[in-house]
């Protein structure tokens, strides 16, 4: 806790202005992200709920550097990423992504991904990275799996190890979409603890796309309800528990209001986009 | 030893497998018997000699040398052609799938000639390089490109995008990106192509040597085996070998313009046969209609004749071409 109040503030600020992106796939213009704004403090966990298909990645997209975006400015820290005259953002270990379905290379040993950021970086020599990787798995409770490959763990397991993959790097901002989304009630609660355990140890700045109402508001410090599309914050609610949250609280009567208040604001989206869905397939 | 035995016949996928393949021989030994026993011919099996003699022409032909230099020959053809395939083809297939400028100029052609047949290029291979085992490798390794080519092209180009970005996340360079991301990730395509590639190159390259007349040191042999085969032994000769091998001295002469008629006279040997055989039959229906219905033996010694004559036909036919070129 004391670690991680002395981290907020410090880096991984992010400040999204009025960012709008138009898909032109074939001739027809999808808006997917309309003038959307949102400020995340460094040091704060970030989490985005939104229907399906509205542009919540989208805007992920844009951050981490895969797309361009159409209009509006994206800063990390003050500095610009992309904005007019440099409309796709640069793509860098500052901002680490944990993929919807998983990208840890299935060639290598989880020691090996792990290693993989710091060897191509060359911040670390090759023994060095794979000491270090080694460590860092152990800590995320992956010792005894270092010589396994992904395919021979568990997705649990799997994400956790690419969570670490992404942290060696020393990211300011960890973009995670969707990360546990196939995972079972009892996994992602596992997963969830994992994952606070290693934000209350680093206090980096986590930006989470989810659907899962109850995952939101346990992780967040904020939640960022976005429209259908196109993607518009439509209102933040603040989680104000304190940290270290454990299992418990989310039976508590402040965790039930909080979940009304933000089901209230996405069922309303959500039939939205299945209207809007209705009439696109007539 | 005996242990292992033990263990793979208690097996029930063992069991079941070698009693088909059992079954499967008697079956094919009462097919090909049906006619001597009943007087009634099955279509094409009835023609088939039983698995009793053909195993006892397989041990026949176990001590001979060209046999064994056959295989060699046939496998260092399949070698060749796969290497070359695989030199060439992997580095081509990545480059389609890495870069698109590249794409747009090769891949466009590169479908227009892959639809060809490999054995289709025969005519053209024994043209384009200068010796009989050039020409076979060539068209093994025509069997395999293609097939390479696909793979690695269809495996590279899915690659799951996630992978890139994380690699270039992670800050990656483009060299990188290749060596560490794409050729890994490609490997296993890599695998399936060659493995198909492979079996390709073994269709191909016997069915090569065939039409192109095999090659030297023994190495014509599937081509003068199955002639001989056929000819000889299936059908009661076996003497048309000193023409087997005036055959393969032709092969052995220097590759030049004659080749191009010798490719010639092969066609037109091949277009009078048919209509000789066209005329044969009529000739039969017509003329001995008693004949065909008649005693079964009387008919089999008539087409052993013919298909013995035939052969002649063809090997005075090179002849005469030969003395003509000369």
């Given at each position: 806790m004391a670690k991680n109040t002395s981290k907020v503030g410090k880096k991984g600020a992010l400040s999204i202005k009025n960012v709008t992106k138009i898909y032109d796939p074939s001739g027809v213009n999808v808006m997917a992200v309309d003038d959307c704004s949102m400020e995340i403090a460094g040091g704060e966990?970030?989490?985005?709920?939104?229907?399906?298909?509205?542009?919540?990645?989208?805007?992920?997209?844009?951050?981490?550097?895969?797309?361009?975006?159409?209009?509006?400015?994206?800063?990390?820290?003050?500095?610009?990423?992309?904005?007019?005259?440099?409309?796709?953002?640069?793509?860098?270990?500052?901002?680490?992504?944990?993929?919807?379905?998983?990208?840890?290379?299935?060639?290598?040993?989880?020691?090996?991904?792990?290693?993989?950021?710091?060897?191509?970086?060359?911040?670390?020599?090759p023994a060095q990275a794979t000491e270090k990787a080694g460590q860092m798995l152990a800590e995320a409770g992956l010792g005894n799996f270092l010589k396994k490959y992904p395919g021979e763990v568990s997705s649990g397991m799997a994400r956790r190890a690419e969570i670490v993959r992404a942290l060696i790097n020393n990211p300011k901002v960890l973009l995670l979409d969707e990360p546990y989304r196939a995972m079972d009630a009892l996994t992602k609660q596992i997963m969830h603890e994992s994952l606070l355990e290693t934000y209350d140890r680093t206090g980096v700045t986590i930006f989470f796309i989810t659907h899962d109402l109850e995952e939101a508001i346990f992780l967040g410090d904020?939640?960022?309800?976005?429209?259908?599309?196109?993607?518009?914050?439509?209102?933040?609610?603040?989680?104000?528990?304190?940290?270290?949250?454990?299992?418990?609280?989310?039976?508590?009567?402040?965790?039930r209001k909080l979940l009304e208040e933000v089901n209230d604001a996405v069922h309303e989206e959500a039939v939205k986009a299945f209207k809007a869905g209705e009439r696109e397939m007539a | 030893m005996t242990n292992f035995l033990q263990t793979l016949f208690n097996n029930t996928t063992t069991r079941?497998?070698?009693?088909?393949?059992?079954?499967?021989?008697?079956?094919?030994?009462?097919?090909?018997?049906?006619?001597?026993?009943?007087?009634?011919?099955?279509?094409?099996?009835?023609?088939?000699?039983?698995?009793?003699?053909?195993?006892?022409?397989?041990?026949?032909?176990?001590?001979?040398h060209g046999y064994w230099m056959s295989w060699v020959a046939s496998f260092g053809r399949v070698i060749t052609g796969f290497l070359v395939a695989m030199v060439i083809g992997i580095p081509f297939g990545l480059l389609l799938a890495v870069n698109r400028y590249f794409r747009g100029v090769f891949f466009p052609p590169f479908e227009i000639l892959r639809p060809i047949p490999p054995l289709a290029w025969v005519p053209a291979s024994l043209i384009f390089w200068p010796t009989n085992e050039m020409s076979i490798a060539f068209v093994t390794f025509l069997g395999a490109f293609f097939t390479i080519v696909i793979n690695v092209l269809g495996?590279?180009?899915?690659?799951?995008?996630?992978?890139?970005?994380?690699?270039?996340?992670?800050?990656?360079?483009?060299?990188?990106?290749?060596?560490?991301?794409?050729l890994p990730g490609t490997l296993p395509s890599i695998f399936t192509g060659a493995a198909v590639g492979m079996g390709i190159t073994w269709e191909v390259v016997l069915a090569a040597e065939m039409i192109s007349g095999g090659g030297t040191q023994g190495g014509g042999w599937p081509w003068l085996f199955y002639l001989e085969l056929l000819y000889g032994r299936f059908l009661g000769t076996n003497s048309c070998r000193n023409d087997f091998h005036w055959h393969c001295r032709l092969s052995i002469v220097k590759r030049d313009k004659k080749d191009r008629l010798l490719l010639h006279a092969l066609a037109t040997f091949i277009l009078t046969r048919t209509r000789t055989q066209i005329k044969n039959l009529k000739h039969s229906e017509f003329e001995s209609p008693e004949k065909s219905h008649g005693n079964n033996k009387i008919k089999k010694e008539g087409d052993k004749r013919s298909a013995f004559q035939k052969s002649q036909q063809f090997f005075s036919f090179l002849a005469r071409r030969e003395q003509v070129l000369r």
């Amino acid at each position: 806790m004391a670690k991680n109040t002395s981290k907020v503030g410090k880096k991984g600020a992010l400040s999204i202005k009025n960012v709008t992106k138009i898909y032109d796939p074939s001739g027809v213009n999808v808006m997917a992200v309309d003038d959307c704004s949102m400020e995340i403090a460094g040091g704060e966990v970030c989490m985005i709920v939104g229907p399906s298909g509205c542009g919540k990645t989208t805007l992920l997209n844009g951050i981490a550097g895969f797309h361009s975006i159409t209009e509006g400015t994206i800063h990390l820290d003050g500095e610009l990423l992309c904005g007019p005259g440099k409309p796709k953002a640069d793509q860098s270990a500052e901002r680490m992504v944990v993929f919807q379905h998983g990208a840890l290379f299935p060639w290598k040993t989880l020691q090996e991904n792990v290693a993989y950021g710091p060897t191509v970086q060359k911040v670390l020599s090759p023994a060095q990275a794979t000491e270090k990787a080694g460590q860092m798995l152990a800590e995320a409770g992956l010792g005894n799996f270092l010589k396994k490959y992904p395919g021979e763990v568990s997705s649990g397991m799997a994400r956790r190890a690419e969570i670490v993959r992404a942290l060696i790097n020393n990211p300011k901002v960890l973009l995670l979409d969707e990360p546990y989304r196939a995972m079972d009630a009892l996994t992602k609660q596992i997963m969830h603890e994992s994952l606070l355990e290693t934000y209350d140890r680093t206090g980096v700045t986590i930006f989470f796309i989810t659907h899962d109402l109850e995952e939101a508001i346990f992780l967040g410090d904020k939640v960022h309800i976005v429209t259908t599309r196109p993607c518009q914050l439509k209102k933040t609610v603040e989680v104000k528990i304190p940290r270290p949250r454990s299992y418990e609280t989310q039976s508590s009567e402040k965790f039930r209001k909080l979940l009304e208040e933000v089901n209230d604001a996405v069922h309303e989206e959500a039939v939205k986009a299945f209207k809007a869905g209705e009439r696109e397939m007539a | 030893m005996t242990n292992f035995l033990q263990t793979l016949f208690n097996n029930t996928t063992t069991r079941r497998g070698v009693g088909a393949i059992i079954i499967f021989v008697i079956l094919w030994h009462i097919g090909s018997q049906l006619d001597e026993w009943t007087g009634y011919d099955l279509l094409g099996i009835g023609l088939v000699p039983p698995p009793g003699d053909v195993f006892a022409a397989f041990l026949e032909v176990i001590p001979l040398h060209g046999y064994w230099m056959s295989w060699v020959a046939s496998f260092g053809r399949v070698i060749t052609g796969f290497l070359v395939a695989m030199v060439i083809g992997i580095p081509f297939g990545l480059l389609l799938a890495v870069n698109r400028y590249f794409r747009g100029v090769f891949f466009p052609p590169f479908e227009i000639l892959r639809p060809i047949p490999p054995l289709a290029w025969v005519p053209a291979s024994l043209i384009f390089w200068p010796t009989n085992e050039m020409s076979i490798a060539f068209v093994t390794f025509l069997g395999a490109f293609f097939t390479i080519v696909i793979n690695v092209l269809g495996g590279a180009r899915s690659i799951d995008i996630s992978y890139l970005r994380a690699a270039q996340s992670m800050g990656a360079s483009q060299l990188d990106l290749f060596w560490k991301i794409v050729l890994p990730g490609t490997l296993p395509s890599i695998f399936t192509g060659a493995a198909v590639g492979m079996g390709i190159t073994w269709e191909v390259v016997l069915a090569a040597e065939m039409i192109s007349g095999g090659g030297t040191q023994g190495g014509g042999w599937p081509w003068l085996f199955y002639l001989e085969l056929l000819y000889g032994r299936f059908l009661g000769t076996n003497s048309c070998r000193n023409d087997f091998h005036w055959h393969c001295r032709l092969s052995i002469v220097k590759r030049d313009k004659k080749d191009r008629l010798l490719l010639h006279a092969l066609a037109t040997f091949i277009l009078t046969r048919t209509r000789t055989q066209i005329k044969n039959l009529k000739h039969s229906e017509f003329e001995s209609p008693e004949k065909s219905h008649g005693n079964n033996k009387i008919k089999k010694e008539g087409d052993k004749r013919s298909a013995f004559q035939k052969s002649q036909q063809f090997f005075s036919f090179l002849a005469r071409r030969e003395q003509v070129l000369r």
